[in-house]
């Protein structure tokens, strides 16, 4: 048998159980009912096995499909900002690059205006020596052009002479100036040249400490897109696997609806026929009303007992299923308690079925009779075993199975449920 097959078969031979409940007597069903389970309890076990397989399945590949997606948003997010202060970093390089040329073209020109002036200020220089060393040589020019006068000569050219003397002399005077204002220009180029080589070398420095920066960015970026496309491929794996499992669960998912509807109706006909012998019983006594006393298999109790003691982990109502997601109704009352914790029955009644679901594990149905006027069938669900047999009479407070986590669960729980009249109604307003 392939394993797509026995899930189904788990799904079908509880349905033939149940189908037995609907025997003409109320006696009748119940040995139907062991009858059926003796023979098909190995096919069920086995069944049981498979559905739990694939329902661990799915929750392992949903978890890793979340941790995958959780992991991929993180790394994403950090390769946008690594990403985003690379651009940032590029763009402060090309800036500190633009601006590295502008004050290395300015050095440039400086240091070839500072040339220039140190050529023409040798150059002055030079001619301001010649002319000391003409003037030691030649003598004081004017004192030259008076002895001439005295010796007799023309006094034209005495006056010719001092006026030659004078102007070279200005013309010196206008060389030494000049000199002197080159030499302290030449100071200010030179304190230009030095502030514009530290000006270059700051911006060389800035320039290298954004290099190794945008080196180690790029690296980061690069570790990082390696890690999201690591994280994709994962993420992806984990997602096929996911969603090969949720398929195959929301398969398991709609025959259990198809198996609720036919519990749902063979439920009624319990209710039906326990209704009915609870008005031949008060019939046969002559009561003619009443509704809090016993039925044909419970006690006379109106409330039930809590079935574990334990907090309340989930209440009965519309709710979100952890884990095939879908809002839905929670037909009973979780108590958070711990696998193996013994469960005892809400009231005295008779075992009328247990056997494995898909949706929800090992589970007890027990018949609790007629209390305030309306039928109670208690369910117990998730269970990691059984303590009875089926068909039992249990008394209230008797310990009837044990916490477990199989079928639709996410952890140890018991998942308690009250029928009244056959349908789901909140457990709370009976305990």
């Known amino acids: 048998m392939t394993r797509l097959r026995k899930p189904l078969l788990a799904i079908a031979l509880s349905v033939m159980l149940l189908a037995g409940l609907s025997a003409p007597t109320f006696g009748d069903e119940k040995d139907d009912v062991k009858r059926e389970q003796r023979e098909n309890k190995k096919k069920l076990d086995a069944a049981r096995d498979e559905v739990q397989e694939s329902t661990k399945a799915a929750r392992d590949a949903k978890a890793a499909l979340d941790r995958a997606e959780s992991r991929l948003a993180d790394a994403q997010t950090k390769l946008g900002r690594t990403r985003g202060r690379l651009a940032v970093a590029q763009a402060e390089d090309a800036r500190l690059r633009a601006a590295l040329q502008r004050a290395e073209a300015e050095l440039a020109a ?13 150059s002055s220089r030079g001619a301001v020596e010649s002319f000391a060393v003409e003037s030691v040589m030649a003598g004081d020019t004017g004192l030259k052009a008076f002895g001439d006068l005295l010796r007799g000569a ?21 060389v030494m100036q000049e000199l002197a204002a080159s030499e302290v220009m030449l100071e200010i180029e030179r304190d230009k040249v030095e502030d514009l080589r530290d000006e270059v070398a700051a911006q060389k420095q800035k320039a290298e400490a954004i290099v190794v920066q945008m080196q180690a960015l790029t690296a980061q970026a690069e570790q990082q897109a390696a890690s999201v ?15 090969k ?15 609720r509807v036919a519990l749902e109706n063979q439920m009624a006909e319990i209710v039906r026929k326990e209704l009915e012998a609870a008005r031949k019983k008060r019939k046969k006594k ?16 109106g409330a039930l007992s809590w079935p574990v003691n334990g907090p309340i982990t989930s209440p009965y ?17 979780d108590f958070g308690v ?8 809400a009231a005295g009644g008779t075992i009328v079925s247990q056997y494995y679901n898909g949706a929800y594990g090992n589970r007890v149905i027990l018949n609790n009779g007629v209390k305030r006027g309306v039928s109670v069938i208690t369910t117990y669900n998730h269970l990691s075993r059984y303590a009875v047999s089926t068909g039992a009479r249990v008394k209230r407070g008797q310990v009837i199975g044990y916490v477990g986590s199989t079928g639709y669960s996410t952890g140890c729980h018991l998942h308690f449920m ?6 789901t109604t909140q457990p709370m307003n009976w305990l």
């Open 110 to 122: 400086a240091e070839a205006k500072l040339e220039k002036a140190e050529r023409e200020l040798k």
């Open 154 to 174: 023309d006094p034209a050219q005495f006056s010719e002479q001092m006026s030659v003397s004078t102007s070279i002399g200005d013309a010196q005077i206008a």
């Open 229 to 243: 496309a690591q994280l994709v491929t994962a993420r992806t794996g984990a997602k096929r696997t996911a969603d």
């Open 245 to 259: 499992a949720l398929a195959e669960d929301q398969r398991l998912l709609a025959q259990w609806e198809a198996e």
């Open 286 to 301: 002559g009561g003619g009303g009443g509704g809090g006393g016993g039925g044909t298999t419970g006690d006379s109790g």
């Open 317 to 333: 109502g519309m709710r979100r299923h952890p884990i095939t997601g879908v809002y839905k109704l929670h037909d009973g009352t």
């Open 338 to 345: 711990g696998c193996g914790t013994p469960i005892r029955a």
């Open 418 to 423: 009250v029928l009244a009249n056959g349908r």
